[in-house]
């Protein structure tokens, strides 16, 4: 293996095997940790963070104390159940290797190159039978670009087919280094007026338009598959549909777009301690949806529900 494989590593904090949902036929989807954007209904709290984190899982816990006795930060107080000091927290992971019940897990795992190819390379036979392969979602895989790039190259060496979830937020140089070695893009949008998409995420979505915009100009646009997550309340108006349909109208070749649900996720984030703003808690009625679809379908795109 050579050099830059042995040096680059990369933060994961899942490897899902049989997936069905993100890309064609039976895939390993690979989550990778860090995400610039702070969605306020993010699915995936625990790939946001750049970093290792302890998740608590309250249901499973029995009420030992031995996390507070093996912590050598004192970070873990223990009255009746454990309360984890964040900011004295080194994510060392002595805590969810002594609990009995596996109520604390440590989010994210370091791994070589050739270390996930190990893991990814597990499950060939089931992408050749399925026309399936590997998608790296998160989080943003783009956040740890040097190292997705040396895994999407040993893919491609070995003929898998590669997807990759992004949000196409990361600068245009780093799309451009990535892109040749992608098969499929899921590209996000999630709300067309910038200062809505700041207010709800934390960045601007101009570079995310522009990048779009970038892969459809250099011919990749058959190889993108559209993803609308629908957040009632905030994405779902009739403004910000408009207003995507308006934008998606500018960019020749597009074919498909998903529209994904929003569900409440308001238990990952407790186990993370972080907070969840998001104030309504119902998935998008059906008719909304149905409305929604038609509206992309009058523009020509297939609308996957």
């Known amino acids: 293996?050579?050099?830059?494989?042995?040096?680059?590593?990369?933060l994961i904090f899942d490897v899902q095997r049989y997936s069905i949902h993100d890309g064609p036929g039976i895939r390993t989807t690979v989550f990778f940790k860090g995400c610039p954007l702070k969605c306020w209904w993010c699915h995936n709290p625990?790939?946001?963070?750049?970093?290792?984190?302890?998740?608590?899982?309250?249901?499973?816990?029995?009420?030992?104390?031995?996390?507070?006795?093996?912590?050598?930060?004192?970070?873990?107080?223990?009255?009746?159940?454990?309360?984890?000091?964040?900011?004295?927290?080194?994510a060392c992971g002595n805590c969810s290797a002594a609990c009995p019940s596996d109520a604390l897990r440590?989010?994210?795992?370091?791994?070589?190159?050739?270390?996930?190819?190990?893991?990814?390379?597990?499950?060939?036979?089931?992408?050749?039978?399925?026309?399936?392969?590997?998608?790296?979602s998160g989080g943003e895989p783009l956040y740890q670009h040097e190292f997705l790039l040396e895994v999407l190259k040993e893919c491609k060496k070995m003929g898998i087919h590669r997807t990759l979830d992004t949000s196409g937020f990361?600068?245009?140089?780093?799309?451009?280094?990535?892109?040749?070695?992608?098969?499929?893009?899921?590209?996000?949008?999630?709300?067309?007026?910038?200062?809505?998409h700041i207010k709800y995420t934390g960045v601007s979505n101009a570079q995310i338009k522009e990048n779009?915009?970038?892969?459809?100009?250099?011919?990749?646009?058959?190889?993108?598959?559209?993803?609308?997550?629908?957040?009632?309340?905030?994405?779902d108006t009739p403004d910000n549909v408009d207003d995507m349909v308006e934008f998606i109208s500018t960019l020749k070749g597009l074919r498909e777009i998903d529209l994904l649900p929003y569900h409440d996720v308001s238990e990952k984030y407790n186990r993370l301690d972080k907070d969840y703003k998001m104030t309504v808690h119902k998935s998008p009625s059906r008719e909304r949806l149905m409305e929604i679809k038609r509206k992309f379908e009058d523009i020509g795109l297939y609308v996957k529900l």
């Open 1 to 10: 293996m050579n050099e830059v494989k042995n040096s680059c590593l990369g």
């Open 46 to 90: 625990e790939g946001i963070d750049s970093g290792k984190e302890l998740m608590y899982f309250e249901y499973k816990c029995m009420h030992c104390g031995t996390c507070a006795e093996v912590c050598p930060m004192g970070a873990i107080e223990f009255d009746e159940s454990p309360r984890v000091s964040r900011h004295l927290c080194i």
């Open 106 to 136: 440590l989010v994210g795992r370091e791994y070589t190159v050739g270390e996930l190819m190990k893991e990814i390379e597990r499950d060939v036979l089931y992408f050749d039978n399925s026309s399936g392969g590997v998608t790296f």
């Open 170 to 196: 990361a600068p245009q140089e780093v799309l451009a280094l990535v892109m040749d070695y992608v098969d499929l893009f899921l590209y996000d949008l999630k709300l067309i007026d910038e200062k809505e």
């Open 212 to 235: 779009l915009r970038f892969l459809v100009n250099y011919g990749r646009a058959k190889d993108i598959i559209l993803r609308f997550p629908v957040i009632p309340g905030i994405n």
